[in-house]
């Protein structure tokens, strides 16, 4: 009877505990995101890497995650009543009980191809969007140095393929002007409704501040704007229609990654087997070199403290923990490429692998 009432209370406990999902909201939660984004910045890492060394970059979303997460019970009993000629009564009983804890999550991918391909990676970023990062805060000489080819004319350094190029001249000494300007405070954005079209204004403040109106004159000298006026469209394209207009001539996130891939720290062995090719100089600007957008580094074991590592070939390839500036840039670079998915959704075959 103890073992009976025993293998009761077991059922009993195995039946209580039916709420075990909000027990694990928390946990199952951040361990998803974690690994998401982990796996997001090695993919994204990667690609970089693979455009250095002329292979098609992949790109794999995450559409959903399911998981079920639940406890099974199961009681036996069994018993017996016997009678013989030598104990008049014989009973006997038995009970068993067996419990498990299960999770089955299931993770369904979709491959970035076709048309989401080309508007994601291929479609050059509105200038809208530009303004609205500049206008976040996102410093604007390193938004310039690696979204925009060219501003009215004046080009940005490119480091990889048929495009390669340094900076022009004027190119430097207008984004320092620029970043004078925004961190005064004195430069804004518009956005302008007419009927159904949208057009966007760079704004410098009328409100007089003597310590950055020789930069508002000069930006307005290199652009060749109107001297009078405060307000310029800003539209894509190489070059401006008139001296009120501020034409960008922006990337694409798959122009930006492969500009980007010609700052890798390659082996010195990989350049000499023409496996890709050497890594262009530093700018020189008044005597100084122009610190890179982003350091990647490269060695034949897998780092310690890497805020994104990843293999390729015989070397890993990684961004330093320490390395802040490198950090925030691949940071945005992340949010930027989600900024570029528009349009809707076309049924795309996906992939789904049960992870239990």
Not at 152 to 180: C, Q
Request: aromatic letters at 10%; one cysteine or more; proline letters at 7%.
């Amino acid at each position: 009877m103890k073992t009976i009432i025993v293998g009761l209370f077991l059922l009993a406990g195995l039946s209580g505990c039916a709420s075990v999902g909000p027990a694990n909201v928390v946990r199952d939660r951040f361990d998803y995101i974690s690994a998401i984004s982990d796996s997001w910045k090695a993919q994204m890492l990667l690609n970089v890497v693979k455009l250095r060394y002329a292979d098609a970059p992949v790109f794999l979303d995450v559409v959903s995650v399911i998981t079920q997460t639940g406890y099974q019970g199961t009681v036996g009993v069994s018993g017996s009543w016997l009678q013989n000629a030598i104990f008049p009564y014989t009973s006997s009983a038995g009970v068993a009980a067996t419990g498990t804890y299960g999770e089955r999550p299931t993770v369904t991918y979709s491959p970035l191809s076709g048309d989401k391909f080309a508007r994601s990676l291929m479609t050059p970023i509105p200038p809208a969007a530009i303004l609205s990062f500049l206008q976040a805060g996102y410093p604007v000489d390193g938004v310039l140095r690696l979204a925009v080819h060219a501003i009215n004319g004046i080009h940005s350094r490119y480091g990889y393929g048929a495009r390669a190029r340094e900076a022009d001249a004027e190119f430097f000494p207008l984004v320092e002007k620029l970043r004078n300007i925004q961190q005064s405070g004195q430069i804004g954005l518009r956005v302008k409704k007419t009927g159904t079209q949208t057009a966007t204004a760079i704004v410098f403040s009328k409100k007089p501040n003597p310590a950055i109106e020789a930069d508002r004159d000069e930006v307005r000298k290199l652009l060749g704007l109107d001297p009078k006026t405060d307000e310029f469209d800003v539209v894509y394209g190489s070059v401006a229609a008139n001296d009120k207009e501020i034409a960008l001539l922006t990337r694409s996130v798959l122009e930006i990654l492969t500009d980007l891939s010609s700052y890798i720290d390659v082996p010195p062995a990989k350049v000499e087997q023409k496996r890709t090719f050497p890594t262009p100089a530093p700018e020189i600007v008044n005597g100084a070199s122009v610190p890179a957008l982003m350091r990647i580094f490269s060695s034949p074991q897998k780092p310690e403290d890497a805020f994104a590592a990843v293999p390729y070939g015989q070397e890993w390839y990684w961004i330093d923990d320490k390395d802040f500036a490198s950090k925030r840039l691949f940071s945005f670079i992340m949010f930027l490429f989600t900024l570029t998915d528009t349009g809707e959704r076309q049924g795309t075959p996906v992939v789904t692998i049960p992870a239990g």
